[in-house]
Nanobody, 129 residues
Framework: QVQLVESGGGLVQAGGSLRLSCVAS????????MGWFRQTPGKEREFVVA?????????????YYADSVKGRFTASRDNAKSTVYLEMNNLIPEDTAVYYC?????????????????WGQGTQVTVSS
């Protein structure tokens, strides 16, 4: 069983930045592909970014971004700390959503939220215009 706890959300003006963190409990974090998704009321959960598993405490995996966030968001992971980060820059109002991190054991279907085994509780990001 893995528990995921996100933090770092908040209210920011357009053009600003936020950094989200997601800490995982349990061992073997390096063997989980980690994803960030976001959701607004009445809409389906949307893929933001995924970092693949590596099996190494010191090496991260490959990163895949949604087109809507490329060049603005940067994801990273620290397997030694069982933590994944999402650095969000040049935020726009359309980025407003609840952001969730998710873990997928040895995952390869990064875009599909149904493939993920564990989810955090979410953290609200609000970007004002």
């Amino acid at each position: 069983q893995v528990q995921l706890v996100e933090s770092g959300g908040g209210l920011v003006q357009a053009g600003g930045s936020l950094r989200l963190s997601c800490v995982a409990s349990g061992r073997t974090f390096s063997r989980y592909s980690m994803g960030w998704f976001r959701q607004t009321p009445g809409k389906e959960r949307e893929f933001v970014v995924a970092i693949t598993w590596s099996g190494s405490r010191t090496a991260g995996g490959r990163t895949y971004y949604a087109d809507s966030v490329k060049g603005r968001f940067t994801a990273s992971r620290d397997n030694a700390k069982s933590t994944v980060y999402l650095e969000m820059n040049n935020l726009i109002p359309e980025d407003t959503a609840v952001y969730y991190c998710a873990a997928d054991w040895l995952g390869s279907d990064y875009l599909n939220p149904d493939e993920y085994d564990y989810w955090g509780q979410g953290t609200q990001v609000t970007v004002s215009s």
